[in-house]
């Protein structure tokens, strides 16, 4: 499996936007995309500071969902909704999961 840890900032006053940016990208996703999970967190001691976390099949499905032509149109209105909220770019941190277990 293979992950992505997506760090940012949101705008202050436009943290009550989060579950519409989340409810968005989800929307986009298609069936067999190789997504696993995705978590969307927010700091505790910094509301501003956002992360995001997508773990996927393998970073072979993750990097063919990018290039999903039945993604770029709902991921049109993401990005305008990202541009108006976020505040400056996004950082990725590419991850191989080593371990994963559940209790």
């Known amino acids: 499996m293979w992950a992505q ?4 900032r ?3 006053g ?3 936007e989060l579950p519409k940016l989340a409810e968005q990208l989800q929307a986009t996703e298609q069936p067999g995309s190789g997504l696993v999970r995705s978590m969307m967190m927010q700091d505790q001691k910094d509301s501003t500071r956002v992360y995001m976390l997508v ?12 290039n999903d ?6 991921l049109a209105n993401v990005r305008a909704l990202m541009e108006e909220i976020l505040d400056g770019p996004r950082e ?7 371990e994963e277990w559940t209790s």
């Open 5 to 8: 840890l997506i760090t940012t």
């Open 10 to 12: 949101i705008k202050p």
């Open 14 to 16: 436009r943290e009550g």
């Open 55 to 66: 773990v996927f099949e393998s970073e072979e499905k993750a990097r063919a969902r990018e």
């Open 69 to 74: 032509e039945r993604r770029q149109e709902g």
């Open 92 to 98: 990725f941190v590419d991850l191989t999961i080593l």
